[in-house]
Antibody, heavy 115, light 112 residues
Framework: QVQLVESGGGVVQPGRSLRISCVASGFNFSDYGMHWVRQAPGKGLEWVADISYDGSKKFYPDSVKGRLTVSRDNSKNTLYLQMDSLRDSDTAVYYC????????WGQGTLVTVSS | DVVMTQSPLSLPVALGQPASISCRSSQSLVYSDGYTYLHWFQQRPGQSPRRLIYKVSNWDSGVPDRFSGSGSGTNFTLKISRVEAEDVGVYYCMQATHWPPTFGQGTKVEIK
């Protein structure tokens, strides 16, 4: 069955960087576009990055463009989100999700930006 | 960006009673291929979102048939025919027809 397992979250100071990961299993990872979505504490869902199946196309909302970078390593079945110049407002649970129909989601990893 | 507006935002329902959640989009969600990329997600307390319904009315595997999705164009509805205790949580609609993908604010379903 499809599994998406995020990791790498933690507490980080404002202005610092963090990279989180999502390891995929149970499907042919290299056939699917992937997404990152975040959820601030007590809030709704916000899309933050998309990457095509081969990594050639990447998309971001204006709110994170230039600070968050999505990438993937299809040989390792792994999706990444590099987060730079972190702000308090980036504090959230970050989920990865699979495919153009958003059919599967991971359990999330919590990123806390705090001094 | 396409704005997704859900109502109500809070929905207390007695066990065994029906529930209905509305989702309206600021523009038509019909894509050029004829499909409508409107999906519904359930987020139980402490859990990650789980897709329930895709492309307006298609059930995901394992989703009870008391859930149903309907609608077209800009107006969509998620219905629960008889609410059970395990249905407590927040429900989100989401559109993936137009870039960027956008979510509704969420509707919190609780037992009255």
């Amino acid at each position: 069955q499809v599994q998406l397992v995020e990791s790498g979250g933690g507490v980080v100071q404002p202005g610092r960087s963090l990279r989180i990961s999502c390891v995929a299993s149970g499907f042919n990872f290299s056939d699917y576009g992937m997404h990152w979505v975040r959820q601030a504490p007590g809030k709704g869902l916000e899309w933050v990055a998309d990457i095509s199946y081969d990594g050639s196309k990447k998309f971001y909302p204006d709110s994170v463009k230039g600070r968050l970078t999505v990438s993937r390593d299809n040989s390792k079945n792994t999706l990444y989100l590099q987060m730079d110049s972190l702000r308090d407002s980036d504090t959230a649970v970050y989920y990865c999700a699979k495919g153009m129909l958003w059919e599967s989601w991971g359990q999330g990893t919590l990123v806390t930006v705090s001094s | 960006d396409v704005v997704m507006t859900q109502s109500p935002l809070s929905l207390p329902v007695a066990l065994g009673q029906p529930a209905s959640i509305s989702c309206r989009s600021s523009q038509s969600l019909v894509y050029s291929d004829g499909y409508t990329y409107l999906h519904w997600f359930q987020q139980r307390p402490g859990q990650s979102p789980r897709r329930l319904i895709y492309k307006v009315s298609n059930w995901d595997s394992g989703v009870p048939d008391r859930f149903s999705g309907s609608g077209s164009g800009t107006n969509f509805t998620l219905k629960i025919s008889r609410v059970e205790a395990e249905d407590v949580g927040v429900y989100y609609c989401m559109q993936a027809t137009h870039w960027p993908p956008t979510f509704g604010q969420g509707t919190k379903v609780e037992i009255k």
